[in-house]
């Protein structure tokens, strides 16, 4: 098994847990933002001001830095489909019913990424390798001259994402580069982190890392599928989404554009990671009984799909962490989107079983990224 990966991400619905067991139990659920106390430490010392370099700068309705021709940009509306397509689709379907009422996690609070678009100006500073997974040596390529962690431009008032994975994105369109981190913090004025990478040239990128680099589990950019608020603001969303499932196929099967894996199923109806699933075109979506980020997302679903990235403790989507933006303005911008809802309700009711899964490897170019 390949041992440059982040470790299975099964915390990644403690979110909706809590949440529902409070509902169960007869409780009221706290807001998720005001309970967050990495919010709420770092909230008095960032100004209104200060963060310039929110994920809203650059995506918006243009979706990702990535290309046009990017995994997560093409059009699949009339892609083929996969010959256990069905079966495929059921396991999915499957595993959503399996979990807090059927309900796929919507992950904006917890298990999500932050994200900073930064100028040309920005200080850098080499991020430190914490060894979390207890390697016995330290891996080629990650430090040093020209090393992924190295000379990294993270703003002072950076914030990971919260959440035991403490996600931190950094996009530099200056320099056309990307850099993602896993377990993310701030040690004595020091950034360190367990794992993460670097995307040079991402404005031309398929979108995912090489050598075994990047945050997620299939090494494909966490910020690539995940759902801006200013997107969701602006009422649309232009690229293909990011899901994790609880059981992805297993680990020495994945499908392009996914470059390896950390599943377990090994059943002839698995979904490995790196498959891409849509939404039967056909359906019309606003007869749907959906909140309006669930119909966003399967008007997205049916034009771009989804790309299984992760291992999760349910089936999740991932949306942009508003840590950023509670920091510097005090104002969590997913309050007003959800409209009231709380976070694991926003996806009720989304049509799991109508989904039509796709070739293994489709899409996938001649010459693909080394």
């Given at each position: 098994?390949?041992?440059?990966?982040?470790?299975?991400?099964?915390?990644?619905?403690?979110?909706a847990?809590?949440?529902?067991?409070?509902?169960?139990a007869?409780?009221?659920?706290?807001?998720?933002?005001?309970?967050?106390?990495?919010?709420?430490?770092?909230?008095?010392?960032?100004?209104?001001?200060?963060?310039?370099?929110?994920?809203?700068?650059?995506?918006?309705?243009?979706?990702?830095?990535?290309?046009?021709?990017?995994?997560?940009?093409?059009?699949?509306?009339?892609?083929?489909?996969?010959?256990?397509?069905?079966?495929?689709?059921?396991?999915?379907?499957?595993?959503?019913?399996?979990?807090?009422?059927?309900?796929?996690a919507?992950?904006?609070?917890?298990?999500?990424?932050?994200?900073?678009?930064?100028?040309?100006n920005?200080?850098?500073a080499?991020?430190?390798?914490?060894?979390?997974?207890?390697?016995?040596?330290?891996?080629?390529?990650?430090?040093?001259?020209?090393?992924q962690?190295s000379?990294?431009?993270?703003?002072?008032?950076?914030?990971?994402?919260a959440?035991?994975?403490?996600?931190?994105?950094?996009?530099?369109?200056?320099?056309?580069?990307?850099?993602?981190?896993?377990?993310?913090?701030?040690?004595?004025?020091?950034?360190?982190?367990?794992?993460?990478g670097?995307?040079?040239?991402?404005?031309?990128?398929?979108?995912?890392?090489?050598?075994?680099?990047?945050?997620?589990?299939?090494?494909?950019?966490i910020?690539?599928?995940?759902?801006?608020?200013k997107?969701a603001?602006?009422?649309?969303?232009?690229?293909?989404?990011?899901?994790?499932?609880?059981?992805?196929?297993?680990?020495?099967?994945?499908?392009?554009?996914?470059q390896?894996?950390?599943?377990?199923?090994?059943?002839?109806?698995?979904?490995?990671?790196?498959?891409?699933?849509?939404?039967?075109?056909?359906?019309?979506?606003?007869k749907?009984?959906?909140?309006?980020?669930?119909?966003?997302?399967?008007?997205?679903?049916?034009?771009?799909?989804?790309?299984?990235?992760?291992?999760a403790?349910?089936?999740?989507?991932t949306?942009?962490?508003?840590?950023?933006?509670?920091?510097?303005t005090?104002?969590?911008?997913?309050k007003?989107?959800?409209?009231?809802?709380?976070?694991?309700?926003?996806?009720?009711?989304?049509?799991?079983?109508?989904?039509?899964?796709?070739?293994?490897?489709?899409?996938?170019?001649?010459?693909?990224?080394?």
């Open positions: 098994m390949p041992e440059e990966r982040p470790m299975s991400r099964t915390s990644r619905c403690l979110a847990v809590l949440a529902t067991t409070a509902v169960l007869g409780g009221a659920v706290p807001t998720s933002a005001a309970a967050d106390p990495h919010v709420s430490r770092h909230r008095r010392a960032v100004s209104a001001t200060a963060t310039q370099s929110l994920m809203t700068d650059f995506r918006g309705p243009v979706g990702t830095p990535f290309s046009a021709v990017s995994a997560w940009k093409q059009d699949i509306s009339q892609a083929p489909t996969h010959t256990r397509s069905a079966a495929m689709v059921r396991n999915v379907a499957d595993q959503a019913a399996k979990y807090y009422g059927g309900i796929a919507f992950n904006a609070y917890r298990y999500s990424t932050s994200v900073y678009t930064v100028a040309a920005t200080p850098r080499d991020v430190r390798w914490h060894n979390c997974q207890r390697k016995s040596y330290t891996p080629a390529g990650l430090t040093g001259p020209g090393g962690f000379q990294v431009p993270i703003p002072a008032e950076a914030v990971p994402a959440g035991t994975d403490g996600e931190l994105t950094i996009y530099s369109p200056a320099t056309d580069q990307l850099w993602e981190f896993w377990q993310a913090k701030k040690v004595d004025g020091t950034w360190q982190a367990c794992w993460g670097r995307i040079d040239r991402v404005s031309t990128d398929p979108g995912y890392f090489s050598g075994g680099f990047g945050a997620s589990a299939s090494g494909l950019a910020v690539g599928g995940t759902i801006g608020i997107e603001q602006a009422g649309r969303i232009d690229h293909a989404l990011a899901l994790a499932l609880p059981a992805p196929g297993n680990w020495n099967e994945f499908s392009w554009p996914a390896r894996s950390d599943g377990y199923d090994k059943s002839a109806a698995a979904v490995p990671e790196g498959t891409r699933l849509r939404l039967d075109p056909s359906i019309d979506v606003d749907l009984k959906l909140t309006p980020i669930a119909k966003m997302i399967a008007k997205a679903a049916q034009k771009y799909g989804f790309i299984v990235t992760d291992k403790g349910c089936v999740a989507v949306a942009e962490s508003p840590t950023a933006t509670i920091a510097a005090g104002v969590d911008p997913w007003e989107l959800m409209q009231g809802k709380p976070d694991y309700l926003i996806m009720k009711n989304f049509p799991w079983d109508k989904l039509q899964a796709l070739p293994k490897d489709w899409g996938k170019p001649s010459s693909p990224k080394k």
